[in-house]
C-alpha cells in the first residue's frame, strides 16, 4: 500500500557524521530503500514518525493534534552516578517525550529498558518492543582463516569508535600498562579522539591510532586484529561491540550494560564490577580486566572458534526487518482510523452535492 500524507517520516536528513544514531539511520535508509518502502521527506505530510531519542516537540505536538502517532527508539539515559546533578537536565527533552508523546518505544536491548525504566518510569507491555541493533554483514564478516599462533607474533587487540569519555579508553590503556612484561602485544586504536584528555593515553610504545574514515576500513582493521577490548560504561548496545562480533573476533571487557546480554556465549571474559544497575566507574577493576585479557591470550583458539561460531549475530537485514513491522503495523491502524473519517467526509460532500443540484432546478 502507498502512503501518502499518512506516511512514516524519519528525520534521515539530519544524520549526524559519527556516532551510533547516525550509523542506525543510515543503515535504516539503506534498508527501507532496498525494501522499496515508501516514506516521507516531511514530518508536515506524515501521521506517523520515528526517531532516535529526541525530536523538536512543536513538530511532535502537531503530529499528536491530527491523529498522528509517535515512536521513540532509546539506547540509554544520563543518570547521577556518571552525570552528577546534571543529569536531570540532559534528560529532560528524550524524558518529555518518552512521557507525554511517545505512543510506542523501542529499546536497543533489555538493559536499555531497565535504564530507562529506572530513570524515566515504565510502560506497558503493549507500548514497547526490544530490539538489538544490527549491522551491514557485507561489511563487517569474518576471516576465519586469520589466526595468532603465540609462539610466532605478537598479540594484536584493537578497539574503535568515537572517543569522547576516559571509561572508553583509560581502563583499557591502564591495565594493558599492567600487563607489558608478562604479555607481547600491541594496541590499534581505531576512531576519532573528540576530547583531547584522552590523547596522552596514546603515548604508549605499544599504541598505534588509526582514523579509519569508512566503515568498510573499521571492518577490515578488526579482521587484521585478534582480540577486541571495549570499557564503555553501562552501554545499551554499542555498534563497536557489534561489529567486532560480526567479524568472529573475541570481545573482552567488563560486565557492564548489556555486555554479557549481547555476549551471552562469552559472559567468562567480561570482568564483574557490582550489582548495581548503572555501574560505578571506580568500580572498574583493571586487575579483574587484566585477568580476563590473560585468560583469552592463554585459551585463544577456544575463544576464536566460539566468537566464528556466533559471528552470524545481528544483522541488520534482521533488525530493520522488525521495525518495518511496527511501521507498517502502526500504518495500517492509522489508514483504519482515517477510513471511517474519509466516509463521512464523502456522505457529506455527497449530500452537498445533491443539495446543489437540487437548488440548481428550481
Known amino acids: 500500500m502507498q502512503h501518502t500524507h499518512e506516511s512514516l517520516y524519519v528525520p534521515f536528513r539530519r544524520i549526524e557524521y559519527v556516532g551510533g544514531p547516525s550509523t542506525f539511520r543510515k543503515n535504516l535508509k539503506k534498508f527501507l530503500d532496498k525494501r522499496g518502502f515508501c516514506y516521507s521527506n516531511s514530518p508536515r505530510k506524515s501521521r506517523l514518525i520515528f526517531f532516535p531519542v529526541t525530536y523538536p516537540e512543536h513538530t511532535l505536538k502537531k503530529i499528536k493534534k491530527e491523529g498522528g502517532k509517535v515512536i521513540q527508539r532509546l539506547d540509554g539515559v544520563y543518570y547521577p552516578s556518571k552525570h552528577r546533578e546534571e543529569y536531570v537536565h540532559l534528560n529532560k527533552d528524550l524524558r518529555n517525550i518518552y512521557l507525554h508523546y511517545a505512543d510506542f518505544v523501542i529499546f536497543q536491548s533489555e538493559n536499555s529498558r531497565a535504564q530507562c525504566f529506572t530513570m524515566l518510569g515504565e510502560k506497558s507491555r503493549e507500548q514497547y518492543e526490544i530490539i538489538v541493533n544490527g549491522v551491514d554483514k557485507t561489511i563487517f564478516y569474518p576471516n576465519p582463516t586469520y ?24 581502563p583499557i590503556v591502564e591495565t594493558l600498562d599492567l600487563l607489558k612484561d608478562k604479555i607481547n602485544f600491541e594496541l590499534t586504536v581505531v576512531g576519532p579522539i573528540v576530547n583531547p584528555a584522552l590523547g596522552m593515553l596514546l603515548n604508549r610504545e605499544y599504541v598505534i591510532h588509526r582514523e579509519a574514515k569508512k566503515l568498510s576500513d573499521v571492518a577490515q582493521l578488526l579482521r587484521e586484529n585478534h582480540v577486541f577490548l571495549f570499557t564503555q560504561q553501562n552501554p545499551c548496545c554499542p555498534n563497536s561491540v557489534l561489529e567486532a562480533i560480526s567479524c568472529g573476533i573475541p570481545v573482552v571487557g567488563f560486565d557492564s550494560g548489556a555486555m554479557s546480554e549481547l555476549l551471552f556465549f562469552s559472559q567468562d571474559l567480561l570482568a564483574y564490577v557490582s550489582a548495581e544497575l548503572f555501574k560505578k566507574y571506580e568500580d572498574y577493576d583493571y586487575a579483574r580486566f587484566a585477568e580476563k585479557i590473560v585468560l583469552v591470550t592463554e585459551k585463544y583458539d577456544f575463544y576464536r572458534d566460539r566468537s566464528l561460531q556466533y559471528s552470524h549475530l545481528y544483522s541488520f537485514d534482521e533488525c530493520g526487518e522488525k521495525y518495518l513491522n511496527i511501521f507498517q503495523r502502526f500504518l495500517k491502524d492509522l489508514d483504519s482510523e482515517s477510513f471511517p473519517r474519509r466516509n463521512i467526509l464523502k456522505n457529506c460532500m455527497m449530500k452537498l452535492l445533491k443539495r446543489k443540484g437540487t437548488n440548481g432546478d428550481r
Open 147 to 170: 589466526m595468532w599462533t603465540p609462539k610466532e607474533e605478537k598479540i594484536r587487540f584493537i578497539t574503535t569508535g568515537t572517543f569522547r569519555n576516559k571509561d572508553m579508553l583509560e
